[in-house]
């Protein structure tokens, strides 16, 4: 939690490279403690499971406390005093309002998966097994989607508070121009390594084909995914965690469960054709992007177009 904090306040004043300096060192520090500790290296007793626990927690600290380290250091843009840590409701109701969407959003992908498994259930253990796999895989590409969002959100957040124009339409146009580069090259290496990615897996015959064929065919909506992720940054930057929120439930939930169970029930009389659940990601991304598209043109006009005009640029 306490790195968290420092990481999202390094982030706000623009040393994201510090704290990347930080994540990265706790992540070091348990990969290397792990073998340690698990298996007794170095005089270290042999503690087995315990001996992960304790690498983890260490490496947290660890992240922690170069986390305050360089807070403390270098964002000399903030005032640090005790009397901050007194609650104020207002601005814990002004955090809220942009933080909730966010919250929703990861509790979605759990409801999401939770439920997509049990839909898949009814087809076949296979194909639960092949989506399980593919998730995995897929949140490498997505997770570079939710970086670059975590990057957007406080670019134009900060230029939203300058009031600034042409700043934010360059934070955004450059932000989703960034996003869609990313996205099409996870896309590309996705199609062409469907099979070998399967293969890491240990996968054979029905399995592999089935995962397989989800990486070709899911990977088809990353594109649009991604452009609903940096919406869903944008969104909050501007003041608009209603449309974040609404984006979020539509496209992990509202597009995606139902269809997938009017899929999966085809499915059922013709097991062949199981890839038809796998378009429903497709389905959700691009009728979502529609409606974020729709949201941005509202918020455009409402917000952006009332800023000061300017000649300045990112």
């Not at 199609?191 to 990615?197: L, R, S, Y």
Request: proline content about 3%.
């Amino acid at each position: 939690m306490f790195f968290s904090i420092f990481e999202k306040l390094l982030q706000a004043t623009g040393h994201s490279f510090y704290s990347t300096i930080a994540q990265i060192a706790g992540a070091v520090i348990n990969i290397i403690l792990d073998p340690i500790l698990i298996y007794g290296w170095l005089g270290f007793p042999a503690m087995g499971v315990s001996g992960a626990s304790f690498a983890t927690v260490i490496g947290q600290i660890a992240s922690a406390s170069l986390g305050l380290s360089f807070h403390l250091k270098q964002n000399r843009e903030i005032t640090n005093n005790l009397r901050y840590l007194k609650p104020n409701i207002k601005i814990i109701k002004s955090i809220y309002s942009i933080g909730l969407p966010a919250i929703i959003a990861q509790a979605l992908m759990s409801v999401m998966t939770y439920g997509m498994n049990i839909i898949l259930g009814n087809i076949s253990e296979s194909a639960v097994t092949a989506y399980g796999l593919y998730y995995k895989i897929q949140q490498f590409i997505l997770f570079a989607a939710f970086g670059l969002r975590d990057a957007i959100t406080p670019i134009i957040s900060f230029n939203h508070g300058m009031r600034s124009k042409s700043r934010v339409k360059e934070g955004i146009k450059y932000g989703l121009i960034y996003t869609v580069i990313i996205m099409i090259i996870g896309m590309t290496v996705i199609e062409i390594f469907a099979v070998p990615f399967s293969s890491l897996f240990g996968l054979s015959g029905e399995t592999q084909i089935l995962c397989t064929s989800a990486m070709r065919i899911i990977s088809l909506s990353f594109l649009f995914a991604g452009i609903n992720i940096a919406y869903q940054g944008i969104f909050q930057a501007l003041d608009g965690g209603l449309e974040s929120l609404i984006i979020s439930v539509l496209r992990q939930f509202i597009f995606v469960l139902p269809v997938a169970w009017g899929f999966s029930l085809m499915t059922q009389k013709n097991p062949s054709m199981v890839w038809v659940v796998w378009t429903t990601f497709i389905i959700a991304e691009i009728l979502s992007c529609i409606i974020a598209t729709i949201f941005m043109i509202k918020i455009n006009k409402k917000i952006i177009s009332k800023l000061q005009e300017d000649s300045s640029s990112c």
